[in-house]
C-alpha cells in the first residue's frame, strides 16, 4: 500500500497545477512539431488540405459523386476524423515513449492521454479558419446553429479520451498495439461517412454504419457546420451516455495498469 | 515530530516469465492465455522496515542487485509494493535519472518549464525561481540555446538545479554525486545540506561509504534483497567496507614488499599443539614464522582476530607493547601468548602482518587465511563470553552457581 500525505491540503493550489501541467505539455508538443520542421505549425493544415485535392479530383472529376458543397463536406469530415485519428494512435505510444515522465515520483500519468487529445483540438481548432473559407466559398451561410459547436467538441473530446487510456496502456503489454492500430485506423477512415453520403450507403449496411459512434458525431458536425440544421438530438444522447460509460471504465483499466508501467518499460 | 517516510514490513515482488512469452497481440491470440502468466516470482525487497524523520539522512547501501533501485522507486511511488506499507508525507523531489526528461530540441529554458512542472511546481512558481535556477546551474549564457548542444555535465548542471530547486520535502537521491566536476559537487552537496537543514528527509543511495559515513544520519545496508544492517552509518558503514575489503581479497591476491616474509601462522594450545578449533576462554598461542631478507632496526608485528564478514573483535601489536624487535637476516619465530578469548562460539579468522615502525610500509599481511573455530555451548546471543557467575544478595542460602563450561 502507498500514501502519500501532502503536506497541507490545497486544493486550489493542485486546480492551478493541473492546468499549469497540461498546459505546459500541450506547449510542449506544440513546438516540437514546430520546431521540426521548416514549415511548422503549417504541415497540420497541409496534410487535410492535400488530401481534399486529392478527394475533391476523384470524387469530382473521376466518380463523379453529385454532393453539393463538396469542398466543405469532405473538409469537415477530414478534420473530425484527423483529430480522432491522430490522437488515437500518438496516446497509444504515450507510456512507452514517455519513459523519464512515467518513472516521474508523483506525476500524475492520468494526464497524458489528455494532453494527447489536447493538442488534436489544438490542431483542429487551428484549421477551423480554412474550414470557415471553404463554407464561404461554397455559399454557406452560418447561422445560430454553429455555437453547437462546443457542445460537439467536447463530446467528441471524451469519447476520444476513453479510447485513448485503454490503447496507451495495452500498448506497454503488447508493443504491436500501435502498428495494429494504425492499419485499423485507415481502414475506419474507408468505411466512414468522410469523403461520401451516408445516404448512398445501401439500407442494411447503414444500420451498421449507425452503430460507429463516429458517424453519429461526423453527421452531426455536418448539420450544424454545412446545413445549418439541429443535428440529431437522440443520438447525441446516446452518445453521451456511452461516453459516460466508457470514460470510467477505460481510465480504471488505465489506472490498474499503471502501477506496472514502471517495471514493464 | 512525524516522520516524513515510513516503510513497514515492505516487500516487492517481479515476477519471471517465460521466455517466449507474447509480446504482441498476434503471439498472445496464438498462444493464448497460459504464457501470460508469470512463471516463477522472486522476492527483489523483503521485510524492509524504516523511518526517516524530517532533517533526516538515510544512506542505503549494497552490492549491485541488492535491490536499492527497487526501494527508492517503491518510496517514490511509481512502483507498488506486494508486501506492507509505505507512508510519505510532503512533496518528493528526486535525483533519479538526470536530464533524462530534457527534450534535445527545446531550449534550456523551455526545458527548466517543462521539467519544473512536471515535477510539481505551478508555472508562478517556476518563474519566481527561474533566476535562482539558472544561476545555479551557471548556464546564463546558454539558456536560450537547445539542449543538444549541452555538454552531459551541463545538463547534470541544470537537472540538479532544477530538482533541488522544487523545495521537495522528501528527496530521494540514486548515486548521483560522483557524477560533475569537483566544485560542482561541493555546490550540490552544500544545497542537500541546506534543504537537510530546511526540514527535509533525503534517502541517498551511494556505493561511497565515507560519504555515507559522512552526511547521513542513518544507515540501511541492502543485501539480496533484505536488511542486513540498519543504524549508525559509522558501524554499518565499516562492517560493509570490511566485506567489501574482503571480497576484493579473496579476486586479487595482494603482494607487499615482502623484505620480511610471514612464512607461516600456527595457532597452539597451551601444550604447544597446533589446533584449529578451541573453546571459549580457552588460551591460544599464535606463532608467527618469517622470513627476514634484510636487516631491521625494529618492526611491528600485528595480530587481529576478526569474523567472516571482517568485523575485527581483537587487536594488538608489538608497538602498544612498546616493543623493538630488531630483524637481521634470517628467519625466526615470534608467539603471541593470549591468556583467555572469551570470544562466543563461532568461525573467526586470525590475521597477521609485518609493518615498518612507522607504519608507512607493509611488508606482508595475512588476511583472513588463517581459520579456526570456537565452540560455546550456552545458548546466549552475544559476542563474548567472560567468565561470569550470578550471586544471589538477598537470599539467606548462598548459592553457587558458577557458570560451568
Keep these: 500500500m502507498y500514501l502519500n500525505k501532502p503536506r497541507s491540503r490545497f486544493q486550489k493550489r493542485q486546480l492551478i497545477y493541473y492546468r499549469d501541467l497540461l498546459r505546459e505539455l500541450v506547449v510542449r508538443d506544440l513546438k516540437l512539431l514546430y520546431k521540426r520542421s521548416t514549415l511548422g505549425i503549417a504541415w497540420t493544415l497541409i496534410s487535410p488540405l492535400l488530401q481534399l485535392l486529392v478527394f475533391t479530383f476523384v470524387f469530382r472529376s473521376v466518380l463523379l459523386v453529385n454532393i453539393p458543397q463538396y469542398s466543405s463536406f469532405a473538409f469537415s469530415g477530414l478534420l473530425v476524423w484527423t483529430w480522432t485519428q491522430s490522437a488515437l494512435f500518438q496516446a497509444t505510444g504515450l507510456i512507452t515513449g514517455n519513459r523519464s515522465l512515467v518513472r516521474q515520483p508523483g506525476f500524475p500519468i492520468t494526464i497524458l492521454p489528455i494532453v494527447t487529445v489536447t493538442t488534436g483540438l489544438i490542431h483542429f481548432l487551428l484549421a477551423l479558419p480554412i474550414l470557415l473559407i471553404f463554407l464561404i466559398v461554397d455559399g454557406v451561410q452560418l447561422n445560430s446553429t454553429f455555437w453547437l459547436l462546443p457542445f460537439l467538441l467536447v463530446l467528441q473530446f471524451v469519447l476520444t479520451v476513453s479510447f485513448a487510456y485503454p490503447l496507451a496502456a495495452l500498448n506497454v503489454t503488447f508493443r504491436d498495439t500501435q502498428h495494429t492500430l494504425g492499419v485499423l485506423l485507415q481502414l475506419m477512415f474507408y468505411i466512414l461517412p468522410i469523403f461520401y453520403d451516408l445516404n448512398k450507403v445501401p439500407d442494411p449496411y447503414r444500420s451498421l454504419f449507425l452503430l460507429n459512434p463516429m458517424v453519429s458525431l461526423l453527421e452531426s458536425y455536418r448539420a450544424i457546420l454545412v446545413y445549418g440544421t439541429l443535428p440529431d438530438w437522440r443520438s447525441l444522447l446516446i452518445l453521451a451516455i456511452l461516453s459516460s460509460i466508457l470514460l470510467p471504465i477505460g481510465y480504471r483499466v488505465f489506472k490498474r495498469q499503471s502501477e506496472r508501467f514502471v517495471e514493464e518499460i | ?405
Excluded at chain 2, 507498488?80 to 538526470?98: C, N, P, S, Y
Excluded at chain 2, 523551455?110 to 519566481?128: C, D, K
Excluded at chain 2, 561511497?208 to 544492517?229: F, M, P, R, S, T
Excluded at chain 2, 559509522?234 to 614488499?257: M, N
Aim: charged content about 20%; some cysteine; hydrophobic content about 40%.
Design chain 2, 1 to 405: 515530530m512525524n516522520p516524513a517516510v515510513i516503510a513497514q514490513a515492505l516487500g516487492k515482488r517481479y515476477s519471471r516469465y517465460h521466455a517466449d512469452r507474447p509480446r504482441t497481440i498476434m503471439e498472445a491470440a496464438l498462444a493464448g492465455h497460459r504464457r501470460m502468466k508469470a512463471a516463477s516470482h522472486f522476492w527483489a525487497l523483503r521485510d524492509i522496515n524504516f523511518t526517516v524523520a524530517p532533517g533526516q539522512m538515510l544512506g542505503i547501501i549494497g552490492h549491485n542487485g541488492a535491490g536499492k533501485s527497487t526501494l527508492l522507486q517503491l518510496l517514490s511511488g511509481v512502483v507498488r509494493a506486494d508486501e506492507g506499507q509505505v507512508q510519505v508525507t510532503g512533496r518528493i523531489g528526486a535525483l533519479l535519472d538526470l536530464g533524462a526528461s530534457f527534450h534535445p530540441d527545446l531550449t534550456g529554458r523551455e526545458n527548466v518549464f517543462v521539467s519544473a512542472i512536471v515535477a510539481g511546481l505551478t508555472r508562478r512558481e517556476v518563474m519566481g525561481r527561474f533566476d535562482a535556477i539558472v544561476e545555479f546551474a551557471e548556464l546564463e549564457a546558454f539558456i536560450d540555446n537547445p539542449v543538444r548542444t549541452y555538454s552531459t555535465g551541463m545538463q547534470m548542471r541544470l537537472a540538479f538545479a532544477v530538482a533541488i530547486h522544487t523545495e521537495p520535502d522528501v528527496l530521494l537521491v540514486d548515486e548521483f554525486l560522483s557524477v560533475g566536476d569537483g566544485a560542482f559537487q561541493v555546490k550540490c552537496l552544500d544545497r542537500i545540506a541546506h534543504l537537510k537543514a530546511n526540514g527535509c528527509a533525503v534517502v541517498l543511495i551511494s556505493h561511497n561509504v565515507e560519504q555515507i559515513q559522512q552526511l547521513c544520519d542513518q544507515a540501511l545496508w541492502l543485501k539480496q534483497g533484505q536488511v542486513e544492517a540498519y543504524g549508525d552509518p559509522e558501524v554499518v558503514a565499516v562492517r560493509y567496507a570490511g566485506i567489501v575489503d574482503l571480497q576484493a581479497q579473496a579476486k586479487k591476491f595482494r603482494s607487499y614488499s615482502q623484505a620480511v616474509e610471514l612464512m607461516e601462522v600456527k595457532l597452539l594450545n597451551s601444550q604447544n599443539v597446533v589446533v584449529a578449533e578451541i573453546q571459549s576462554g580457552d588460551l591460544l598461542k599464535i606463532e608467527i614464522e618469517y622470513q627476514s631478507l634484510q636487516q631491521f632496526q625494529n618492526v611491528i608485528f600485528s595480530v587481529s582476530v576478526s569474523d567472516e564478514n571482517g568485523q575485527i573483535y581483537f587487536n594488538t601489536n608489538t608497538s602498544t607493547s612498546a616493543l623493538v624487535i630488531p630483524l637481521s637476516v634470517e628467519s625466526g619465530k615470534i608467539r603471541l601468548c593470549v591468556d583467555r578469548l572469551d570470544l562466543s562460539g563461532g568461525s573467526y579468522y586470525v590475521n597477521a602482518g609485518i609493518f615498518a615502525p612507522d607504519w608507512s610500509e607493509t611488508y606482508d599481511y595475512h588476511w583472513h587465511r588463517h581459520p579456526f573455530q570456537i565452540t560455546w555451548t550456552p545458548n546466549e546471543q552475544s559476542m563474548l563470553c567472560p567468565p561470569r557467575r550470578w550471586e544471589i544478595v538477598n537470599s539467606p542460602i548462598s548459592l553457587d552457581l558458577t557458570q560451568q563450561k
